[in-house]
């Protein structure tokens, strides 16, 4: 796994529509339903994959546009080496994108949360993350926060094609880590 970068979220708790048993809250890589706390894009302040190289990067950001992170979640992201098609062929993932350095700061401590799968259609930051934005956490086991058990287990689904037709891919996994630092606590 690839040291990915970190983000701040506001989670939330799992939408009636899902209808996933035991989804509590959505920890998903992506912003569509745990949103971001920022449109950050417009900032140029993230790193090659879209996210942030340290917490101390996105408390700036927020201090900067006004953004108040007490109630929002801060995430650390590592990447699998492969992505995947929507019939389960496997490649190498690309580089971060070149035009932004990439320099991530290793969290002190972290809590592994599970696995996400995310689309990147256009290439660029992660897009949609179907177990949580096409629902399809339903028809596969999920914990609490909407995700994969097990790396292995997101290979397996992604192998025999279980996110096809959901949202176009191709399919990065990403290991999904709760983080608290001394500079995060408010």
């Known amino acids: 796994m690839i ?5 701040a979220k ?17 920890y998903s890589v992506s912003g569509c339903v745990s949103h971001c706390f ?6 140029w302040k993230h790193n090659g994959f879209w ?5 101390d990067v996105i408390l700036r950001l927020a201090s900067e546009k006004g953004i108040d992170l007490k109630d ?26 070149l035009a932004f350095a990439t320099n991530v700061s290793l969290p002190e401590t972290k809590t592994l949360e599970g696995f996400d799968v995310v689309t990147f259609n256009a290439g660029a930051g992660p897009e949609c993350s179907p ?26 689904l992604l ?22 630092t001394a500079s995060a606590a408010r």
């Open 3 to 7: 040291p990915a970068g970190y983000m």
């Open 10 to 26: 506001f989670v939330a708790d799992c939408p009636d529509w899902l209808g996933a048993a035991g989804v509590e809250d959505i």
């Open 38 to 43: 920022a449109d950050y894009y417009s900032a």
């Open 51 to 55: 996210l942030f190289d340290s917490i």
């Open 72 to 97: 929002a979640k801060f995430f650390y992201y590592e990447i699998h080496e492969r992505q995947f098609d929507e019939d389960g062929t496997e490649e190498v993932m690309p580089a971060p994108d």
């Open 131 to 156: 177990l949580s934005c096409n629902g399809l956490a339903k028809d596969h086991d999920v914990n609490r926060h909407c995700l994969l058990a097990s790396l292995d287990e997101a290979i397996i």
């Open 159 to 180: 192998r025999k094609g279980a996110f096809k037709d959901s949202e176009p891919g191709p399919y990065r996994i990403f290991a999904v880590y709760s983080v608290q």
